[in-house]
């Protein structure tokens, strides 16, 4: 059974903060780029932010930088987006992916259902 669960979205208003987890049952998590993706309503689906298999290495997407911290959790197959400051420009259905490969050229294998964020002005 392969899954990936996003969970921690929800309703806010801007300047909240939210934590988004995605627990991801799929073989070898600990080798796995892990990332964050984001769709809003009209828009196409944007990188937001990734992380290396060891969680030292991270990239972020310049309209979260500052803002936004992925983590992960080997332990517990599960990987994290902190997201602080949230503005409505934020509002959009994040998705959890999973990925072999490099940061530079990533091939994702697996892809969460999506949790909605949404942020009132």
């Known amino acids: 059974q392969v899954q990936m669960a996003e969970s921690g979205g929800g309703l806010v208003q801007a300047g909240d903060s939210l934590r988004l987890s995605c627990v991801a049952s799929?073989?070898?998590?600990?080798?796995?780029?892990m990332a964050w993706f984001r769709q809003a309503p009209g828009k196409e689906r944007e990188f937001v932010s990734m992380?290396?298999?060891?969680?030292?290495?991270?990239d972020y997407a310049d309209s979260v930088k500052g803002r936004f911290t992925i983590s992960r959790d080997n332990a517990k197959n599960t990987v994290y987006l902190q997201m602080n400051g949230l503005t409505p420009e934020d509002t959009a259905v994040y998705y959890c992916?999973?990925?072999?490969?490099?940061?530079?050229?990533?091939?994702?294998?697996?892809w969460g259902q999506g949790t909605q964020v949404t942020v009132s002005s």
């Open positions: 992916a999973a990925a072999t490969g490099s940061m530079r050229s990533p091939r994702y294998d697996y």
């Open positions: 799929i073989p070898t998590f600990s080798n796995k780029l």
């Open positions: 992380t290396s298999w060891s969680g030292m290495s991270t």
